[in-house]
């Protein structure tokens, strides 16, 4: 079994910062690709920032610039701090990362974080 872990959310202002965290932990036998997603109200959920195992990054365009995406491969774990956060920028961040167990290691297998609110105020 695996889980995906979330923490940083919160209310933060206009021009702000907020750091997410996420660490995978279970009978993991490898991580490929993590990602950071997003959902506001009443909308589909998107890709926010994407890294993949060789270290290839993706952003969305609304926040490059802004956002970055590390990740620590000792610790199963990738971060997104976001800097000059905008009210547009308001919604649930869903850490996803495409993982192989122990049981299955011909397998490879999405998983999702439980979401962790950010909100920003104007």
């Known amino acids: 079994q695996v889980q995906l872990v979330e923490s940083g959310g919160g209310l933060v202002q206009a021009g702000g910062s907020l750091r997410l965290s996420c660490a995978a932990s279970?009978?993991?036998?490898?991580?490929?690709?993590m990602g950071w997603y997003r959902q506001a109200p009443g909308k589909q959920r998107e890709l926010v920032a994407h890294i993949a195992s060789g270290g290839i990054i993706n952003y969305a365009d609304s926040v490059k610039g802004r956002f970055t995406i590390s990740r620590d491969n000792a610790k199963n774990t990738v971060y997104l701090q976001m800097n000059s956060l905008k009210p547009e920028d308001t919604a649930v961040y869903y850490c996803?990362?495409?993982?192989?167990?122990?049981?299955?290691?011909?397998?490879?297998?999405?998983?999702w974080g439980q979401g962790t609110q950010v909100t920003v105020s104007s």
């Open positions: 996803n990362a495409v993982i192989t167990t122990r049981q299955a290691i011909s397998v490879t297998s999405r998983y």
């Open positions: 279970g009978s993991i036998f490898s991580i490929n690709a």
